[in-house]
């Protein structure tokens, strides 16, 4: 009869015990906390290729026929763009997960249109937050050259 009372008891401390052990997996990889005040739908507002002014979101767009996009981030890590043309339904997708690390925006895209994606594309982009917007700056190299590209982005209202 002992045995069996410290065998239940220890099948219900074992859940617990475990439990204890696991942390938040974010605490360990590095990444710093996500800033509360980026947790939101933002809208494409402007955006500039090498200082040059975008007229139209389909330049910055993955669907040309695109006029206006969204960018989401959640609380846990998540985050997901849709393109629109003249329906509430999007008319390209893509999602995955992101890591701050310092003005750092750290993506991992895992899907497009819906589909898994594999490899996974990881890209990053520095952030500015101010009041209702946000501004996001890539750097890379097209045939050969530098090119910097600013998007601006406003809280959804």
């Known amino acids: 009869m002992k045995f069996a009372k410290l065998t239940l008891a220890a099948a219900m401390l074992l859940p617990i015990l475990l439990c204890l052990g696991c942390g938040d997996d974010k605490s360990n990889n590095g990444s710093d906390p996500i800033p ?4 939101d739908t933002w809208w494409y507002e402007s955006a500039t290729i090498d200082g040059d002014p975008v007229i139209s979101f389909s330049e910055v767009a993955f669907n040309e026929s695109a006029t206006s996009g969204s960018l989401t981030f959640t609380s846990l890590g998540l985050w997901n763009t849709g393109e ?3 329906s ?3 008319i390209f997708t893509q999602n995955g997960t992101f890591e701050v690390h310092d003005e ?3 993506f991992r895209t895992t899907h497009v249109n819906g589909d898994l994606i594999d490899p996974v594309h990881e890209f990053e982009m520095d952030f500015d937050i101010s009041d209702n917007t946000l ?3 890539a750097t890379g190299v097209i045939s050969e ?3 910097i590209i600013v998007i601006v982005y406003s809280r959804e209202d």
């Open 36 to 39: 509360t005040e980026l947790v």
């Open 84 to 86: 629109f043309a003249e």
């Open 88 to 90: 509430v339904e999007p």
């Open 104 to 106: 750092t925006l750290e």
């Open 135 to 137: 501004i996001l700056t």
């Open 145 to 147: 050259d530098t090119t």
